[in-house]
């Protein structure tokens, strides 16, 4: 079936150091990989998407890249800061006949120390 | 950026009893969905809705459990009766379209507790 794979948190990290948090996927259909983000208290809002392989996502210093050979979306980030503290899901969607929910990875929960 | 908007933010209620979650999508947006995540846990999907339909439901979205979209007006996840693992955060989402790349918006949740 159709399924995200990511790094299990929590993840702990001091301030400036690099961030990966990794991701696979599995589908046989042609999807957009998502990168959302979820503060305390909210709702999982976009980080960015990507609808293509090969190509490259990024926003607020985060990137990722489509990789379809290795069905991989890896996050990363070369400087965390403190507000980058947050669940960090990985998440896909494809286009079908049933209106094409989300489907989302298990969430890698970040604390970074300053 | 767009908005959804859940009331309540938070609902207790006795375990037997009906609730009903509201949510107000985006304004423009035609399909709607409600997630449930029990507290730390994976985001999992219930439900999706378009054109006053049902498109898809999860093994979550139990017999208990109806969604509608009266008029235009609030989306809503109504559970009748309630149980005990209904206790959760239920998170409602919209998108515009039903593309792949089209993205989907969510609100702060409504967090239930079935006492």
């Known amino acids: 079936g159709d399924s995200v794979t990511q790094t299990e948190g929590p993840v702990t990290l001091s301030e400036g150091t690099s961030l990966t948090v990794n991701c696979s996927y599995e589908?046989?259909?042609?999807?957009?990989l998502f990168w959302y983000v979820q503060y305390p208290g909210e709702g999982p809002q976009l980080l960015f998407k990507?609808?293509?392989?090969?190509e490259k996502g990024s926003n607020r210093g985060f990137e990722a890249t489509y990789n379809k050979e290795a069905t991989s979306f890896h996050l990363q980030k070369a400087s965390v800061q403190e507000s980058d503290s947050a669940v960090y899901y990985c998440?896909?969607?494809?286009?079908?006949?049933?209106?094409?929910?989300?489907?989302f990875g298990i969430g890698t929960l970040l604390s970074v120390k300053p | 950026g767009p908005k959804v908007l859940q009331i309540p933010s938070h609902q207790i209620i006795d375990m037997g009893q009906m609730v009903t979650l509201n949510c107000d999508p985006v304004?423009?947006?035609?399909?709607f969905y409600w997630y449930k995540q029990i507290l730390g846990q994976q985001m999992e999907f219930l439900v999706n809705?378009?054109?006053?339909?049902?498109?898809?439901k999860s093994k979550l979205f139990k017999d208990q459990f109806s969604v509608e979209r009266p008029d235009g007006s609030y989306f809503t996840l109504k559970i009748q009766p309630t149980a005990l693992e209904d206790s959760a955060v239920y998170f409602c989402?919209?998108?515009?379209?039903?593309?792949?790349?089209?993205?989907?918006?969510f609100g702060s949740g409504t967090r239930l507790t079935v006492l």
């Open positions: 304004s423009n947006h035609l399909y």
């Open positions: 990507v609808p293509k392989a090969n």
């Open positions: 809705f378009y054109n006053g339909k049902v498109m898809e």
């Open positions: 989402a919209s998108s515009l379209g039903r593309r792949s790349a089209e993205t989907l918006y």
């Open positions: 589908t046989k259909q042609y999807p957009t």
């Open positions: 998440a896909l969607r494809f286009y079908g006949s049933s209106g094409n929910k989300l489907i």
